[in-house]
């Protein structure tokens, strides 16, 4: 079964819009990790955030801000005032206590348009 | 901090040969590192767990005498593609698991194709 969910394939706006990317995710576990990367077409994947099961707070740094929402099982991230350099692929991540495996969502291409 | 260097960035190989790719977390010791497989717009495929000092653990559909890891010590864990095919080409990429902050922090990936 699948654990994270991104339901967005692709979004394209144009710069200085704002982006949402949605993450859903499925657990039985008490305790887990939730993760944004963002993936440039590089290819290396870069750490954005971690969050705990236990912190609902939400976060911002920048222009990237995160919505945990336990009662959904959701946890979005938006892009504030998108620039060119935001185009790349997103992956929310799932990792459940003592396995500490990630589960990758399908992931959200994101097309800045200048 | 929490740098991982992989190497090489892209291999062409022909069938048959082996390839081995390295990672290693420069600036911070890794017990577990993973090793990821991706196609083309496609998410990332879990192919094994590295353990610094031990087997690796494969996932399911993961052939061990393929890809085989190992993990001598805290900071170099390596995959070595035996006698690659062309159903091999793709994209590689591995993680180490930064213990104290329980994050993975990933190598820039390897390109392989198989000739």
């Known amino acids: 079964a699948q654990k994270v969910t991104q339901a967005q394939t692709e979004i394209s706006v144009v710069e200085k819009e704002d982006v949402t990317l949605d993450c859903v995710y499925e657990?039985?576990?008490?305790?887990?990790?939730l993760f944004w990367y963002k993936q440039p077409p590089s290819g290396e994947l870069v750490f954005l955030i971690r969050?705990?099961?236990?912190?609902?707070q939400n976060e911002i740094s920048g222009r990237y801000s995160w919505n945990f929402q336990k009662s959904t099982s959701s946890f979005n991230f938006t892009i504030t005032a998108s620039q060119v350099v935001d185009s790349a692929v997103y992956f929310c991540a799932l990792s459940e206590a003592g396995d500490y495996k990630l589960s990758f969502g399908a992931g959200t291409t994101v097309t800045v348009r200048a | 901090g929490a740098v991982v260097s992989q190497h090489p960035s892209w291999v062409i190989c022909k069938s048959g040969t082996s390839v081995k790719i390295e990672c290693r977390s420069l600036?911070?010791?890794?017990?577990?590192m993973f090793w990821y497989r991706q196609f083309p717009k496609q998410s990332l495929m879990l192919m094994a767990t590295?353990?610094?000092?031990?087997?690796?653990?494969?996932e399911q559909g993961v052939e061990k005498d393929k890809f085989l890891i190992n993990h001598a010590s805290l900071t170099l864990s390596t995959l070595t593609v035996t006698s690659a095919h062309p159903e091999d080409s793709s994209f590689y990429i591995c993680?180490?698991?930064?213990?104290?902050?329980?994050?993975?922090?990933f190598g820039a990936g390897t390109r392989l194709s198989v000739l």
């Open positions: 600036d911070f010791q890794a017990t577990t």
């Open positions: 657990t039985r576990d008490t305790t887990y990790y």
């Open positions: 993680s180490a698991r930064l213990l104290a902050k329980n994050i993975q922090y």
């Open positions: 590295s353990n610094e000092g031990s087997k690796a653990t494969y």
């Open positions: 969050r705990n099961s236990f912190d609902e």
